[in-house]
């Protein structure tokens, strides 16, 4: 059985927020023959960003439920950067530039590439500076049209829930921009272990808000979603580089 893939927005957290900011999200197709190969791969190519002090920063995840897959971010400062040659492509001689495409190509069935756009004002961090959170809770949420607003709204008011819980470390916001549909939204809660993660949610946010907001809150729901899917991820640094770090 071959690894499928899944994709969804991965927080950058350790970009500066305030403007909106543009992501390339890279996704693996690999079979389970050839995931050695890739990680080690991965492995190698963030050294190669350390030793050459990158400009840009390279952040990567795996999945801790569903199908094994393997996430690479790289934010861009505008959409010529998605044009080759990009600055992977220029590192290393031509032999070497030739040896790690094709240990790429024989470690990857294909790959999947979309662009993000992160959404500011639903965003808060509490080390902004810092690598991502080493666990993550990411929603996939596909928003009803003519309910972006409403559906904005509400997500703000659940971020101050969220706070309150008191366990999140991040709460974060991107929309499909290309290679997707543009309903699609991603609200990704950062964690500093899985012991913070709770299997209770839904309880705790009854209590916080009561039982006519939280009546309230479903409603909303079902008036702005359309479909909602849950995914946890862990970050892992040794495929990860940070510029400036």
Known sequence: MKHLILIF??????????APSLSRLNSYR???????EFEALQRDTAQMYKANKAPLSRLAWTSL????????????????????????????TDLERTGRQMRLSRATE???????????????????????????????VRVKPGRVAAFTEATKELQSFTKQIGKAKSQNVQRVRFGGNSYEFHLITGYASLAD?????????RKLMGETKYANYLKSNSENIESMETHLVRYRPEFSYMAGK
């Open 110 to 140: 294909s790959v999947d590439s979309r662009v993000l756009i992160s959404i500011p004002q639903l965003a808060w961090d509490e080390t902004p500076n810092s690598e991502p959170d080493a666990f993550a809770v990411v929603s996939v």
């Open 30 to 36: 690999t079979a389970p023959s050839a995931r050695a």
């Open 197 to 205: 993660i709770g299997t209770n949610n839904a309880d705790q946010l």
């Open 65 to 92: 439920a569903g199908p094994p897959t393997l996430y690479l971010a790289v934010r861009v400062q505008s959409l010529t950067e998605l044009n080759e040659p990009t600055w992977l492509s220029k590192q290393g």
């Open 9 to 18: 927005a991965i927080s950058l957290t350790a970009y500066p927020q305030g």
